[in-house]
């Protein structure tokens, strides 16, 4: 191969970083060794430096540069090095390089500078990048306006929003790559308004925006829920063609869904057409899921890989919080397969997403699995497996974990969801010794002010273990105003344990901070019934009927056969309501047999004992319990999600179906997951 000359060799190496090739690279570096005398001179070593730091081949961009004599040594050969190991995240690496490039006493260049800040910003060093700065200004080239912008970027990064702003107001020209950090930055910091009043100023001096600074000022709309000030944006977009730009598009489904107008967001998902990537469908996905349509987001993502979309980490993690909110558990355990087939399953927000899914199905050995089974875990994780073991009541369990979280050196701080979780997990379980020690050393221990969720669960876990009276007092002596979930626990406990004139108060209040909620009403009216207080209990359904207030419907569901199948009390819609009507008659012949007295006191109707005995028996809870028995092979768990607390009678039934029969039957409520197993459930008959 004959000799070629410097450039085309120099043009050799640029192609290998614009293909990503390191064979290319490495090549070309060989035929520099090989045909050239001095393969050292200045313009190729600049190459090779650049070559290899942008390649992410950091060791031998460095070996180029200490084999250069230093006299040929310049700012172009240490910005490369700098700029290679900040494009490949060595950010130290990258400071290491511009400390040893002063004491070659050269002096930067308006390139070097936004590696340095960039680094100093990514490694949170406020020292490296103020001494940068001071030496910005010293040179002179802070006035550059992708110096100054950089800067502004690292000081708006590192928290110090004074300097950022001071800089900002300072910079004498400032290029649309500053007003976008500015906007952006301002949002981040959690001052969408100064976005706003940010981007008002940019185009009252002329400034034509771009893809970047609309999404910014879409995220400032959206921070604010200020839906008009987005939809006037939208207009915007459409009158300057930017409509047709899919960053854009992506940016504006993310807006309408945070402001809660579906129709819109789904309306330019729709509008994108072909042209949809994979942060469209992410979008989308996520938008759902925020919005509580859990089945429909389930449909999305099953849209997106028929169309031959390759699910992200972000797509799964949406879907994966959809099936968590659905107890689905068998959709869940396929994306767990698609994630493991994608290979972000190690994605820490991917595996949290897991826990969280398999502890919100009741399956709290997977979670366990994915848990210890992380290298890395973040806040969010820990509190997803410290509530899996919360839901199941395994208090123990939930503490000791705590307990690990906060002795591990302090990498991981527990934050208020932390402790909300560990509270409940004490209330599940009747432990109130334990509640009331981490409730009262939350200031003192972990600088957690108590919220309204906090003193919830001490209500909670007073009013579920009998103290009912405590609880009231409790709530009386509240340094803050007692909010509608304090006085809901304490009604249910009233309810509990036959505190009729306490349940009163209680409700009162609540009628006050929620007038139209059904459940407080059925609550009161249910608590009166099980008293024997007929009238007072009419009374109230016959008030509810007045002004309007409906009963919210009672539902179980069931996944089997690839479907899900729900049920209401007394249902007999259902395709196979013939052989659930023989499993249930078979189901109560077998109980009563082993000693099961259906409890008619959750009838909560005034009707005759006869009449009674049949209305708990058609609970939509044991309607599903007998589809499952007919439809789920043995050696499977049943799994029944209901939308309301289980009745007590169905809970002691629950307990003999699973003796009498051999089977696993786990029920999640609108509360806890019960596990019934050899006659036991795993709440130890507390919830």
């Not at 060989?30 to 650049?50: C, G, M």
């Not at 699995?369 to 497996?385: H, I, R």
């Not at 004490?426 to 050393?441: D, L, P, T, Y």
Request: hydrophobic share 40%; net charge negative; with cysteine.
């Amino acid at each position: 191969m004959p000799s070629l000359p410097p450039k085309s060799l120099a043009s050799l190496l640029q192609t290998a970083v614009s293909t990503q090739s390191t064979r290319l690279g490495k090549a070309t570096h060989a035929k520099i060794i090989k045909t050239l005398l001095h393969h050292h001179s200045p313009f190729l070593s600049n190459h090779l430096i650049n070559t290899y730091s942008k390649l992410d081949l950091l060791n031998s961009a460095q070996l180029v540069l200490q084999l250069t004599p230093p006299i040929h040594r310049s700012v172009v050969s240490w910005t490369s090095i700098i700029s290679g190991s900040v494009q490949s995240g060595h950010f130290a690496s990258a400071i290491n390089h511009f400390l040893h490039m002063r004491r070659e006493e050269i002096l930067p260049n308006d390139f070097t500078f936004p590696g340095v800040f960039k680094a100093a910003a990514l490694l949170q060093w406020r020292d490296v990048g103020e001494q940068a700065h001071a030496l910005a200004v010293k040179t002179g080239l802070i006035w550059d306006v992708f110096v100054g912008c950089s800067c502004f970027d690292m000081y708006s990064k590192l928290g110090l929003r004074d300097e950022a702003v001071k800089l900002f107001d300072e910079m004498p020209d400032r290029n649309l790559v500053t007003w976008n950090a500015y906007m952006s930055n301002a949002v981040l910091d959690g001052r969408a308004m100064k976005a706003v009043d940010a981007f008002i100023e940019f185009r009252r001096i002329g400034g034509e925006p771009d893809s970047i600074t609309y999404c910014a000022f879409l995220n400032a709309c959206a921070a604010l829920s200020s839906l008009k000030l987005g939809s006037q944006l939208h207009g915007f977009v459409v009158r300057t063609g930017f409509e047709k730009n899919v960053s854009v598009s992506n940016g504006l489904i993310d807006f309408y869904g945070k402001c809660k107008d579906l129709e819109m967001a789904e309306m330019v998902f729709n509008e994108i057409g072909i042209r949809k990537n994979d942060v469209s469908w992410g979008s989308l996905v996520a938008v759902l899921v925020q919005n509580d349509e859990d089945e429909k987001c389930c449909e999305v993502f099953l849209q997106a890989r028929e169309k031959g979309e390759e699910p992200t980490d972000f797509m799964i993690s949406s879907v994966l919080s959809a099936c968590a909110k659905l107890a689905g558990l068998e959709l869940g355990k396929l994306i767990h397969g698609l994630a493991v087939k994608a290979c972000v399953e190690t994605n820490i927000f991917v595996g949290s997403s897991l826990v969280n899914m398999y502890g919100k199905c009741g399956a709290v050995e997977s979670s366990e699995k994915v848990f210890y089974e992380m290298s890395d875990k973040n806040l969010v994780t820990w509190n997803a497996m410290i509530d899996a073991y919360a839901h199941q009541g395994q208090s123990d369990i939930a503490v000791r974990l705590f307990d690990e979280m906060t002795s591990g050196g302090g990498s991981v701080l527990p934050n208020y969801v932390t402790l909300v979780c560990v509270l409940s997990a004490c209330s599940k379980a009747g432990e109130v010794n334990k509640g009331m020690e981490i409730f009262e050393s939350m200031r003192e221990n972990y600088g957690i002010e108590p919220r309204e969720e906090h003193y919830a669960c001490i209500v909670d876990l007073l009013g579920r273990a009998g103290m009912v009276d405590n609880a009231y007092e409790f709530v009386t002596k509240m340094p803050i105003s007692p909010p509608i979930a304090v006085w809901g626990a304490l009604l249910n406990a009233c309810r509990m344990y036959g505190k009729p004139e306490l349940g009163k108060i209680a409700a009162n209040k609540l009628f006050e901070l929620d007038p139209k909620d059904s459940g407080y009403h059925v609550l009161l009216s249910n608590s009166l019934a099980t008293v024997g207080r007929w009238d007072e209990s009419n009374f109230i359904r016959m008030e509810m009927n007045d002004i309007g207030i409906k009963k919210s419907v009672g539902y179980s569901w069931i996944f089997a056969k690839n479907k899900n199948h729900v049920f209401r009390a007394k249902d007999t819609s259902h395709a196979s309501n013939t052989e659930i009507q023989a499993m249930l008659a078979t189901l109560t012949r077998r109980m009563e047999a082993a000693g099961y007295t259906p409890d008619t006191n959750f009838a909560l109707y005034d009707l005759e004992e006869e009449e009674k005995i049949t209305e708990v028996g058609y609970h939509s809870e044991k309607i599903a319990l007998a589809f499952g028995l007919i439809a789920i092979p043995r050696g499977v768990p049943i799994r029944i999600t209901k939308n309301m607390r289980i009745c007590g009678d169905c809970h002691n039934a629950f307990k003999l179906a699973s003796g009498i029969f051999g089977r696993e039957i786990v029920v999640r409520d609108n509360n806890r997951f019960h596990r019934f197993r050899d006659w036991q459930c795993s709440c130890r008959d507390h919830w």
